[in-house]
């Protein structure tokens, strides 16, 4: 089936150190993209990407960085810069981008990092 | 800066009764979604809403959109725990861009 796979589930790491989150999708979109969920808080955009060796800032880029080397993968680093690196991060994608451009995002099960 | 607000931010509600979702965005916009997430789970979609006027109805859920008032409503009708969930809507603002800010979201009990 196909889908958006995120790893790892958990991510526990000490203050200071860069983390990489992995996202990967076999549903041949097009487009991807890094979200942050706080706890009872809406998702804010980090980065997207809507083609291959292209990505955009989100509204929150600041201390993140990613890479789309490959269609099916969209990993994000989360940097020592980050201040409030401790969240639920979801990854997602979606085949739109021109005519089709009414398609939902589709999500991936998300990485809950925490940093100490 | 497009603002996407949602009311309630918490709805506890009996099995059986209805209520209404609310999701009101600051500035015009051509595309609507409501999604559904499960405690610590991922987004689910429920409805996309492209026109004035759109209604879409699944199940127990109506979502509904007025672009000329920058208004969507999610109904639910004779809730039942099932559905019991965080609903969100997003708004995409930038034509063919997709880049959604959403709500803040709305959490959902239901009680039996």
């Known amino acids: 089936d196909g889908g958006i796979t995120q790893s790892p589930k958990y991510l526990f790491r000490k203050e200071g150190q860069n983390v990489t989150l992995s996202c990967e999708q076999n549903l041949n979109h097009d487009a991807m993209y890094w979200y942050r969920q706080d706890p009872g808080q809406g998702l804010r955009l980090i980065y997207y990407s809507q083609i291959v060796n292209d990505f955009q800032k989100g509204d929150i880029a600041e201390g993140y960085s990613v890479s789309r080397e490959k269609k099916e993968s969209f990993p994000l680093t989360v940097t020592s810069a980050q201040k409030n690196p401790t969240a639920f991060y979801l990854c997602?994608?979606?085949?739109?981008?021109?005519?089709?451009?009414?398609?939902?995002?589709?999500f991936g099960n998300g990485t809950r990092l925490t940093v100490t | 800066e497009l603002k996407v607000e949602q009311n309630p931010l918490f709805l506890s509600m009996q099995e059986g009764k209805n209520y209404t979702i609310y999701c009101n965005y600051s500035?015009?916009?051509?595309?609507l979604y409501w999604y559904r997430q499960d405690p610590g789970k991922s987004l689910e979609s429920l409805f996309v809403l492209l026109s004035n006027g759109a209604v879409k109805q699944e199940g127990r859920l109506m979502a509904s959109l007025d672009t000329k008032a920058r208004l969507s409503t999610l109904h639910i009708t004779a809730a039942v725990h099932d559905l019991s969930a965080t609903y969100f809507c997003a708004v995409d603002m930038n034509f063919g861009n997709e880049k959604l800010t959403f709500g803040t979201g709305t959490r959902l009990t239901i009680i039996p």
């Open positions: 500035t015009t916009s051509d595309r």
């Open positions: 997602a994608s979606s085949d739109s981008g021109g005519a089709t451009y009414n398609s939902p995002l589709h």
